[in-house]
């Protein structure tokens, strides 16, 4: 079973750009969810996405949204980039809704480097 | 609010030498899940257990051991006879039934030296 896909693996964006991460779950999971991880601030929920519907958000700014299509895979999206924003960013899969009664497996995480 | 909190920044062992990694947590639930995830140098955190605040069994697989005590807030983690292969930053988080998602300490680097 393919595990949790994300890409690109590393991107290097401007300072004012926006950017766009993919991630696709193992295959029959329907909750997947954000996680950025800094030096500074470590692990930080971003969102959960299950059955296409964000069912929780953390604590950051609009600028970051996501989405999840009907086939599971989400994508997130950082618009008007900032030099804070460079991170590893770092999508987890679960069969169901995420935390509770069930583990989360990670994707290999994408690194953005805003410049 | 929930927290946690893994007081341990950075451990070195030899060899050979048995290892805990200590995790205190916060919550007001009654109900909580605890997790330790290992992050190896490629970046993915890898699932190492899961266990629900009902459940204070202590667990064992192969080299790892959890302790879990809920009258200390504590969810140990030791590995017996450490090898290389488990140098690796170790995370142990918290989740609370109600938020769904999961508080993450701050990480233990651990370093096993040949």
């Known amino acids: 079973k393919a595990g949790v896909t994300q890409t690109p693996r590393y991107l290097i964006k401007t300072r004012g750009q926006q950017v766009t991460l993919s991630c696709s779950p193992i295959s029959g999971h329907r909750s997947v969810s954000w996680y950025q991880q800094t030096p500074g601030q470590g692990l930080q929920f971003l969102f959960e996405y299950f059955s296409e519907t964000q069912r929780n958000k953390g604590n950051f700014p609009g600028r970051f949204s996501g989405r999840q299509f009907s086939n599971s895979r989400s994508e997130m999206n950082v618009s008007t980039l900032e030099l804070g924003d460079s991170a590893l960013y770092l999508c987890a899969s679960s069969p169901l809704r995420q935390g509770g009664n069930t583990e989360a497996f990670f994707g290999q995480g994408t690194r953005l480097t805003v410049v | 609010a929930q927290k946690v909190t893994q007081a341990q920044t950075e451990i070195s062992v030899v060899e050979k030498e048995d290892v805990t990694l200590d995790c205190v947590y916060e919550t007001r639930d009654t109900t909580y899940y605890l997790f330790w995830y290992k992050q190896p140098p490629s970046g993915e955190l890898v699932f190492l257990i899961r266990?629900?605040?009902?459940?204070?069994q202590n667990e064992i697989s192969g080299r790892y051991s959890w302790n879990f005590q809920k009258s200390t807030s504590s969810f140990n983690f030791t590995i017996t006879a450490s090898q290389v292969v488990d140098s690796a930053v170790y995370f142990c988080?918290?989740?609370?039934?109600?938020?769904?998602?999961?508080?993450f300490g701050a990480g233990t680097r651990l370093t096993v030296k040949p």
């Open positions: 988080a918290l989740s609370e039934v109600d938020n769904n998602d999961m508080r």
């Open positions: 266990r629900n605040s009902f459940d204070e």
